[in-house]
Nanobody, 122 residues
Framework: QVQLVESGGGLVQPGGSLTLSCAAS????????MGWHRQAPGKQRELVAT???????NYADSVKGRFTISRDNAKNTVYLQMNRLNSEDTAVYYC????????????????WGQGTQVTVSS
């Protein structure tokens, strides 16, 4: 079974930067979609950014121009570079991978990491 492990969360001051990483492990041939979601206290989980295997991206309006998603398909790893962070970015950030090819005709869908806390505070 495919597993996702995030890293890079922590405490950062307003205006600062942070980079999250998420590595997928297991019998992986390819992954169509990798992305990041977040959940702030008392709020629903929301999409932050996604990236398809062809390089196309999608961002939440709230992070456009500040966050950049990238991925290394050879390493099955996705990154989230976060700049100009503010208190509203404080949340648990979850990595997601969807339509993961694990065999000639076998796929796994909608896998999640355990989450990593990002806290923006002075």
């Amino acid at each position: 079974q495919v597993q996702l492990v995030e890293s890079g969360g922590g405490l950062v001051q307003p205006g600062g930067s942070l980079t999250l990483s998420c590595a997928a492990s297991g019998p992986i041939f390819s992954i169509r979609t990798m992305g990041w979601h977040r959940q702030a206290p008392g709020k629903q989980r929301e999409l932050v950014a996604t990236m398809l295997s062809d390089g196309s991206t999608n961002y939440a309006d709230s992070v456009k121009g500040r966050f950049t998603i990238s991925r290394d398909n050879a390493k099955n790893t996705v990154y989230l570079q976060m700049n100009r962070l503010n208190s509203e970015d404080t949340a648990v950030y979850y990595c997601n991978a969807d339509r993961i090819r694990v065999g000639l005709t076998s796929y796994e869908y909608d896998r999640w990491g355990q989450g990593t806390q990002v806290t923006v505070s002075s």
